[in-house]
């Protein structure tokens, strides 16, 4: 089989690798790059594990090639930490609110609250369960990561907000 040299920017660096074409997004950014945040779940798009932000949408990455995301701008979990290593504020509003259990839905349900509240800063509960509809947990019932959306997204807005009951 033959390789095909691909490029893209990951989490704000220039990438590149020689991959096979058949090559999914999720296979080259866990193997060719490392960046093993995104999970594999079902390999049929159902689960939304392995979103990540592409160019501004929510990307199932098990969803396209990574010759696809040539050029683009890919942001992962990874990529969402301050270079400080401060978590972003829906990182911490996971942690804070109790939003994660087993944790392999988290990073695929961070990038897509990531994605929603950039295009609604001020959801309400109904429209941040539509927004992440896409994205399954096995393990929350989903009020706590509705919680932690909530939590960011008013944290994000400069309102003071309620840390979670111990």
Known sequence: MSLTDVGMTVNGKAMSA???PRTLLIHY?????GLTGAHIGCDTSHCGACT??????????????????????????????GADG??????????EMHGLQCGYCTPGMIMRAHRLLHENPNPTESEIRIGISGNLCRCTGYQNIVSAIQYAAA??????VKEAAE
């Open 18 to 20: 020689a991959v096979e």
């Open 52 to 81: 990540v932000d592409i160019d501004g949408r929510s990307v199932k990455s098990c969803t396209m090639f990574a010759v696809q995301a040539e050029g683009e701008n890919v942001l992962t979990i990874e990529g969402m930490a």
């Open 86 to 95: 401060k978590l972003h504020v829906l990182q911490e509003a996971f942690r």
């Open 29 to 33: 950014l866990r193997e060719n790059l």
């Open 155 to 160: 944290k994000m807005a400069g309102l003071e």
